[in-house]
């Protein structure tokens, strides 16, 4: 069976994140004065073979621990459809 | 009112994705087989300040499409939650 998966991957609470500081200006410097706490990561999408959904999220989290994510300065949060 | 919102970035379908074919080919490399169609985007979260969640969401796409995603490119996704 394909599942449908994505990890969402952000740096950490407390981790310098220059990329969201540049995209918070430039928001701020459109007009978009309302915004604040912008942080910039990664979005990755795949489809996988699993049996179960909860096989497919096991093999993403295994995914992100081995090469998607740095557990050091990012957390990553899976979402998984059928 | 404080919403969080999240912009989830992707390239369109059948845009090139040089960044997500290596992620395919390293995820393999890795072992796991079970793994296609891999595409790497952004994620971009932030505070709003809104009186409504529809009101943070019409902001939040004005923002995505002024400065945060490429429309030519990339395809866009909110999610808001209060």
Redesign the interface.
């Known amino acids: 069976m394909t599942f449908q998966l ?1 990890v ?3 740096p950490k609470a407390g981790m310098l994140d220059p990329q ?1 500081d540049a ?2 200006r ?2 701020k410097a ?1 007009g ?1 004065a ?17 049996d179960t959904e909860d096989e497919a999220r096991a ?1 993403g989290a ?2 992100a621990e ?3 994510a740095n557990p050091v300065m990012e957390t990553f949060r899976l979402e998984v459809s059928g």
Chains 1, 2 share one sequence.
């Open positions: 994505e969402e991957i952000l969201g995209v918070e430039s928001l459109l978009f309302q915004v604040h706490t912008v942080r910039v990561g990664r979005l990755i999408s795949l489809a996988l073979e699993a093999l295994e995914m081995a090469l998607l």
